[in-house]
Structures are given as C-alpha cells and as structure tokens.
C-alpha cells in the first residue's frame, strides 16, 4: 500500500516539473514576448504616461474610436510618452458637446455627465470642477490645440489598448455594454425601469422591466393578450431652414404638414402612420429637469380597422412577418399597432361604430379619409418631440385598446422624463457639475473653484464672484432642489460683483444647484449647475430667508425685533408680529392701480424644479412701508418677520367658497403647525363681513377643511 502511495506521488510530482518546466520555456521564449508586447491594456484610472520616452519617434499614429478610424488634419504625436491629439477633432469623433472660448482660450467638453474644461494658456484641466494633474503641456501647432489622450480617456472613462507593432490606440466607451445590455437597473416611481442606449442616436433612456424591442427598428413596448404598448423613436438632423409658416390653415394638415416635414424617413413614416387629417387635441411644450425641452402633442387620427377587431384583445404590435416588413420600410400598414380606438359618434371609449341597424356600407367609402365607413375608427396619439443642438427626435407612444389612456400617458410621460440627450442632457440624479456657454459670453468668475458633490458641513453655501463690466446683470437666481422638492434664491449684482449665500434647506443628501440670470426679453439664462452633498441632518425649509421671503433684509429684521423686543418666548414673539401685521396693514384689490407703481422683488425662478408659478410680489419691505400689500404680500411680510426671529413658517393658498385663492400662513409653535389668518383679522376691523379668527391660531387640520386645492407656495 505505501509502495503504491509513493508511485502515484512521485508521477505527480514528475507531471508537475514537467508543466512547470514547460511554462517557463514558452514565457521566455520570443513569441511570447513579442506577443505581450504587441497589446498592452492602459488602466483608465491611471495618471501616469501611456509610453515610454524610448518611442518618440513614432510616427502615423493611428486612433480608433470604437473600432472607427479618426482622420486628424495634422497627425498625433508622442510627446515625452504621451500620446497627444488635435482636441476639437477628436472631441467631435467622440460627439462631445465642444465649448470653444476664443478670448479667455478654453475648451469645454460635455458628455455623458462628464465635463472637461481646458485652461489652454494656463496649461490646466478641470474634470467636474476637480483639477486634475495634466502628463504633459498643451501643444499649440497649425492653429490645432494638442492635447494629451489620457485626459480624455481618463475623464470619459474610455478603455485604452495600444498596439505597439501597427502604432494603433483603440480606444472603447465601457460604460456603452453595461447601458445597452439592460444591466443598469433603477427604481422610478415605485415600478423598476432598465436604460436602453442607442449609441447611434446619441440617446439613454429608461422603460419599465418587462418591456423588450419589437423590431429591428427603435421600437420598444410590451404585448400580452391584457394590454399592449409602443414607443417608437424616430430622428433627423437639423437643418436652417426657415419653416413655411404660409401655409393655408383651412387646408386639412396631415401630421407630417403640421410639423413642416416635406422629406426624409420621418416625414414617409409618419405620413405612412397618419396620411388622413389628424385634430389636434393638446399642445405643451415643458423643459425636463435634465434641460432637455420637450413638445407633447395628443392627437386623434382616423384610421381602417379592417385587421384589428375588439375581439381580438391581444393587440399584436407586430402580427406577422409580413407586417413586420412592411413597418420596416415604412408603408402603411393595417394592423392595431396599439393606439386607444374612439369612434366617432359613441362616447365609450374604444368602441367601434355601430351600423348593424342600416344598410350595409361595406363598399362605401369616407371621401374625407378614403377609408370605408363600417371600418373608420379613432386612434388617440402622443407624440414627444425632442430638439437638441443637432437633431430632432420624434417619439411615437401607442398603447392597447384594453389600456387606460391616462395610465398608458403616465407610463410614457414617466419614459420621456429619462430621455438623455448624451452630449447635451444633465442627469441630476447623479454627480454632476456644467459650465454653460453663457458662463463664458458674461465672463463669470468665480472666487473660488466649485466642483461636483462638495462637501457642505452646515446646510449653507457661499457663492461669490464677478463678471466683466460690459454686463447689465442686476441679479443672480438660484435655484436649489432636492428629490422632487426646490427652493429658488436671489443674489444682487453690485458693481459686477456677487457675495450671497446658498441655503441647502432639505437636511441631508444631494442638493443640486442651478444658476440663472435674466436677459433682457426676461428669460432665465442658465449659467451652471452642480450637485453638493449636504451632510448636516438640519431641515432649515422653512427658516430661511427666499427670493420672496427676504428675512435677511436689515431693515425686516429691526422691525421685527422692534416689535418682539419685550416678549421671551417664541409664542409671544408671533403672536406680536401677527397682531402688529392685522392692525398696520390694509389689503389692496386686484384692481388697485397702486400696487404697479412699485418695484416688484426679484421672481423665484421657474425652473424645470420649479413648482412656483405665482406672480410677481412686492418686496416686502415695500409692503410694510406702504402699509399696504396683496393677501399673498402680507403673508409673505407676515412669514418674512417670523423667519427672522427664527420661527419656522410658511404661505398656504387654497379654494374658497367662491372658487377664488385665499392665502394665509401656517407657523410652527412647540413642534405643531398652526394656521394664522391675518386677512380675516384685517378684513374684520376694516368691518368688512367675513369673521375674524380672535386673534388665536388654529391647528392647520381644523383651519384647511374650510379650503380646497389646498398649496404650500414654494418660497
């Protein structure tokens, strides 16, 4: 037994010098040298040079973008080990959106949540307001800005593979195989959603799990026998031509004439789609909060249901091969390609005209649409526009007849919500920090660097700066949001400068900044954007001063301690303010011509975050010196003098009996909110007929069920 023991472990030990010994004569040997040689993968991360000194003088460099060659006007050279390309055409390659600033010499580079600013005569680089250390100089050679490759591969995350013997870099986007794969899985609106990239478009979005793509085109949606639904993308580039707005307006538009589309794929697909009249049912047009704007179209459109019955439930978006050939190349088609049917003279919705009791018109034609009457239905339609700097995307939504309509509208209005135009879009769920070209046409500049997630430590942010002198900005607007909440600030321009400070109200988490100015057609211009993290558990939403609520206004803040001087508890301190605002103020109507005869204070802006669309007011020191204001300018003084002695507070607007808005103001007293309503008081001792409150504060439960349409004003 031990003999045969030692047999088996000597054999092995023998095979195991034998494979070693073997290994070690192929690792050795030259062809495997120069094998691991001829490719060698670069780490991203890295911050080191790509070469060695020892291969300046390569020549005929050549780069692939994601297996596509670039063509450089003047070729890429080997600097000290480093591989440096022409910036503006490589960055077009890579369909970057470019920001090129011909007086302060920067460069921009915007992709994909990244941005890449480049100090040209101060030879620095800036990755999301990070400066980073740059291998090698800019090279400025034949009016091309040279710029070391690993920058840009270090920024965009692109993978780097350098073959040594055909002097070729590949270099490959990594995040595209997780995007496209369906693997980047996220959480929206209590469903799970996965992003779909389409590298050839330039465009991510996010549609619900179980949905998968129907065809070999951009279509994606999900078709079971109990409900079905479509989401088509189509696209053109943008061209400069003026749009014919001469059209005859009586003239009966199909889709494509509506958009002023005469040409191209889109216009044969969507006149192949909807080549009758089409009657528009709603038209909005609204900004994402990504900056992406968007047009909403709803629409109705007569179409043949010759193939498409109510009894047949599955609504098969794509029944046959035949069918599917023909969607393909754009002919029209009679199938239930899943639109909602409405007839034309039943009120139910889906149903199909009913003309069992008459004669038979199976042979009869509608010479409107020249579709046969016993078949003419109703599709209700949405279609999403998209424009950005380069194209047009239309998208095209559809959903069974089994479908809820305002389900299936949420369910795409939820899609176009993600819709990310990559070179271009902000995804603000996410680290991020944008520069716009603005920034640089008014010369901002900043005291100090700001970059992607600063730390903040105690809820507050000062921003300060200057821009160049030919300028007429008065003001900054800020506007902070959190989740699905925001806050809008103001900053004043003071001899081409601004110091303010930046309240982070929502307590913990990411904060994401907006910063605005207004141009002379009173257009907010966006300027920057950022996101910082707040790491102070404090919730100061209702303590700070606004836009509106100017509680930091010295002049405010010595009338209220004026007023609160004597009293030593935060009850006694509001209860001064609210009696001092019911027995000094008076209300001005609607029509008082008095009100336009003062300043307004600046506006909150009206962002994408932005939730307040209320009219402009008056500052309120204005109010308190013309003892007068509108119901919301008193409540806004009212809640300006109990901020300021740091009672938290807030304007509430609601529907009366009339349908008319009341406001009124909601504090915080010893952990529960109570409502104030300092315009009954006023409107009682001026003997008006409503009844005052006497003067006490009502628990907001009981004070809110005399309202409806109940609105906390987001300021």
Not at 116 to 143: C, M, S, T, V, W
Not at 379 to 408: E, P
Not at 605 to 634: A, D, H, Q, R, W
Not at 649 to 657: E, Q, T
């Amino acid at each position: 037994m031990n003999k045969k023991l030692l047999q088996d472990n000597l054999i092995s030990i023998t095979t195991l010098f034998c494979i070693t010994l073997c290994l070690i004569l192929y690792i050795s040997s030259p062809a495997f040298c120069d094998e691991y040689n001829n490719i060698k993968n670069l780490p991203t991360n890295s911050n080191k040079t790509i070469l060695d000194n020892s291969n300046n003088n390569v020549n005929n460099i050549q780069i692939q973008l994601d297996n596509t060659p670039i063509s450089f006007e003047i070729s890429p050279e080997i600097v000290n080990g480093n591989i440096m390309v022409p910036a503006g055409e490589f960055f077009e390659n890579m369909r970057a959106y470019v920001i090129w600033n011909e007086e302060q010499k920067i460069i921009v580079a915007y992709r994909d949540n990244m941005h890449l600013k480049l100090l040209i005569d101060k030879n620095e680089a800036y990755q999301n307001g990070h400066r980073i250390n740059l291998p090698q100089d800019f090279i400025i050679k034949d009016n091309h800005i040279l710029i070391p490759i690993q920058i840009i591969a270090n920024t965009f995350n692109l993978h780097q593979n350098w073959n040594i013997k055909e002097n070729i870099l590949y270099l490959s986007s990594s995040s595209e195989n997780l995007i496209s794969s369906g693997e980047d899985i996220k959480t929206f609106q209590d469903d799970i959603y996965k992003t779909i990239s389409i590298k050839e478009l330039d465009i991510s979005f996010s549609i619900p799990y179980k949905w998968s793509k129907l065809d070999e085109n951009y279509k994606y949606g999900y078709n079971d026998n109990l409900e079905s639904y479509s989401f088509m993308i189509l696209s053109k580039e943008n061209d400069n031509t003026t749009p014919n707005n001469n059209k005859n307006e009586t003239k009966d538009n199909t889709l494509a004439e509506k958009l002023n589309l005469s040409s191209g794929d889109v216009f044969l697909t969507l006149n192949s789609l909807y080549e009758n009249k089409i009657d528009t049912i709603s038209e909005k047009e609204y900004t994402l909060s990504n900056f992406t704007k968007v047009k909403k179209i709803i629409f109705e459109s007569w179409i043949d249901d010759t193939n498409s019955t109510q009894s047949q439930p599955n609504n098969d978006l794509t029944t046959t091969k035949e069918q599917d050939n023909k969607i393909n190349n754009y002919a029209p088609v009679n199938i239930d390609n899943g639109f909602n049917y409405i007839s034309e003279d039943v009120d139910t919705p889906y149903a199909k005209t009913d003309d069992s009791n008459e004669t038979d018109d199976s042979d009869k034609i509608d010479t409107t649409t020249n579709i046969p009457i016993n078949t003419k239905i109703k599709q209700h339609n949405i279609l999403y526009i998209i424009t950005s700097n380069k194209k047009t995307y239309y998208i095209i939504c559809s959903q069974g007849k089994t479908v809820d309509i305002n389900v299936a509208e949420k369910t795409f209005d939820n899609i176009i919500s993600t819709f990310i135009i990559r070179n271009e879009s902000i995804d603000t769920n996410e680290e991020h920090y944008v520069e716009f070209n603005s920034f640089y046409k008014y010369g901002f500049n900043l005291s100090k660097q700001y970059h992607s997630n600063m730390i903040i430590d105690n809820s507050k942010l000062n921003f300060s700066g200057n821009i160049l002198p030919k300028n007429d900005i008065k003001y900054l607007k800020i506007d902070v949001c959190h989740h699905h909440e925001n806050i809008g600030f103001s900053i004043p321009i003071d001899n081409n400068a601004f110091d303010g400070t930046i309240h982070l109200p929502f307590g913990l988490g990411q904060h994401n900044l907006s910063i605005y100015t207004v141009n002379a057609e009173n257009t907010d211009v966006p300027l920057m954007q950022f996101s910082v993290i707040n790491i102070d558990r404090t919730s100061t939403r209702y303590t700070i001063p606004t836009s509106k609520i100017q509680s930091d206004d010295p002049k405010i803040e010595s009338i209220a301690q004026t007023i609160t001087y004597k009293h030593n508890t935060k009850y006694k301190s509001s209860y001064a303010i609210f009696h001092w605002i019911t027995h000094n103020m008076n209300i001005i109507q609607k029509n008082d011509n008095d009100i336009t005869n003062n300043t307004p204070a600046m506006t909150d802006n009206t962002t994408p975050n932005s939730s307040n669309n209320t009219l402009n007011t008056l500052e309120n020191y204005k109010v308190f010196e013309n003892t007068k204001g509108s119901m919301e300018e008193i409540n806004q003084l009212l809640v300006a003098m109990l901020r300021t002695t740091d009672i938290p507070s807030r304007v509430v607007s609601g529907k009366d009996i009339k349908d008319d808005n009341y406001y009124w103001t909601e504090l915080n007293l010893n952990g529960a909110w109570v409502a104030a309503d300092p315009i009954s008081d006023i409107n009682y001792l001026n003997n008006d007929f409503l009844a005052p409150t006497n003067s006490k504060f009502v628990p907001i439960i009981k004070y809110r069920q005399s309202f409806e349409d109940i609105n906390i004003q987001n300021y």
